[in-house]
Nanobody
Framework: QVQPVESGGGLVQAGGSLRLSCVASGRTLSNDPMGWFRQAPGKEREFVAAISWSGFSTLYSDSVKGRFTISRDNAKNTVYLQMNSLKPEDTAVYYC?????????????????WGQGTQVTVSS
């Protein structure tokens, strides 16, 4: 059982960087794969990135590949999303979630624990 809590969102200029953090409250260590999703106003929730328990397997959406990096620190029960070269189209509420399957997946229905979200706004 994992209850993620996100932080690190804010306002940033286009081309700038931001790092999001996701802490799984209620436990200190988990084998769950973790993922990041985002949702802009009026848009569907969109997959961003996912990472295995080991940290050696990752998935990225094409829109963020090469700009974003997902990582995790199991000792701290924390997952990070380093966002570089930010664009206005990255503006959204970003959510952290824990997967209920061992395979990395882009499907939100296969994630069963969700954080409250953190707002990221990129100005042009």
């Amino acid at each position: 059982q994992v209850q993620p809590v996100e932080s690190g969102g804010g306002l940033v200029q286009a081309g700038g960087s931001l790092r999001l953090s996701c802490v799984a409250s209620g436990r200190t260590l988990s084998n769950d794969p973790m993922g990041w999703f985002r949702q802009a106003p009026g848009k569907e929730r969109e997959f961003v990135a996912a990472i295995s328990w080991s940290g050696f397997s990752t998935l990225y959406s094409d829109s963020v590949k090469g700009r974003f990096t997902i990582s995790r620190d199991n000792a701290k029960n924390t997952v990070y999303l380093q966002m570089n070269s930010l664009k206005p189209e990255d503006t959204a509420v970003y959510y952290c979630a824990a997967s209920r399957v061992v395979q990395l997946t882009t499907s939100p229905v296969l994630y069963n624990y969700w954080g409250q979200g953190t707002q990221v706004t990129v100005s042009s």
